[in-house]
């Protein structure tokens, strides 16, 4: 069984740009979370997908939005990119609002 | 807005030693409590949870409590193996749909 699985494993942006990252939950999960997490720090929520809604969102600019798509996996988006954005995303998968389960991360760099 | 505090921030023994981490959180109104595992550039691990309504878990070598009323969780990590040197993360699921987390507390064993 596949854990949670993210792409693409690094990517390098220039400031202005925009960028989508991938995410496809484990077997039987419904609902994707992502998180932010900058060097040293703790992971950052910053929104919650379940049945295609964005069900919740932390505190992060609308630059950021995503989707989900019917198969349960969704998409990150990041638009007008800042040297700040630079920084490990972490999706997370689970059924409801049970145990989470995290991908690999996706490591952007912001240039 | 709850936050999440992990003590000590860096933490090194030798191999072998039995070993207490500490987590806590300002707002009682929790979920549940996950304790994470991290090795660097990597996603996170989940090593165990605890239902709002349960005092501990434990998987192999590892213990985890909670308190609520005091606000705190501990991990234990019992005759520590060099294997187990990695970041270690606390999060509360706050509202049934985010996950809060500690900075975390930097694990080396030495062997």
């Known amino acids: 069984d596949a854990g949670v699985t993210q792409s693409p494993t690094h990517l390098i942006k220039t400031r202005g740009q925009q960028v989508t990252l991938r995410c496809s939950p484990k077997s039987g999960h419904d609902t994707v979370s992502w998180y932010q997490q900058a060097l040293g720090q703790g992971p950052q929520f910053i929104f919650q997908y379940y049945e295609e809604e964005e069900r919740q969102r932390g505190n992060f600019p609308d630059r950021f939005s995503g989707h989900q798509f019917p198969n349960y996996s969704s998409e990150l988006n990041v638009n007008a990119l800042l040297l700040g954005d630079s920084a490990l995303y972490l999706c997370?998968?689970?059924?409801?609002?049970?145990?989470?389960?995290f991908g690999p991360g996706t490591r952007l760099t912001v240039t | 807005k709850q936050e999440v505090t992990q003590i000590p921030a860096a933490l090194s023994v030798p191999e072998g030693e039995n070993l207490v981490l500490n987590c806590s959180f300002t707002?009682?109104?929790?979920?549940?409590l996950q304790w994470f595992r991290q090795d660097p550039g990597k996603g996170l691990t989940s090593l165990l949870l605890?239902?709002?309504?349960?005092r501990e878990q434990t998987s192999g070598r590892l213990n985890a409590s909670l308190d609520k009323s005091s606000g705190r969780s501990t991990l234990y990590i019992a005759a520590s193996q060099p294997g187990d040197s990695a970041t270690y993360l606390c999060a509360v699921f706050q509202g049934a749909q985010k996950l809060v987390f500690g900075q975390g507390t930097r694990l080396t064993i030495n062997p």
């Open positions: 997370a998968s689970s059924w409801e609002a049970y145990e989470q389960y």
């Open positions: 605890i239902q709002s309504s349960q």
């Open positions: 707002d009682s109104a929790i979920y549940n």
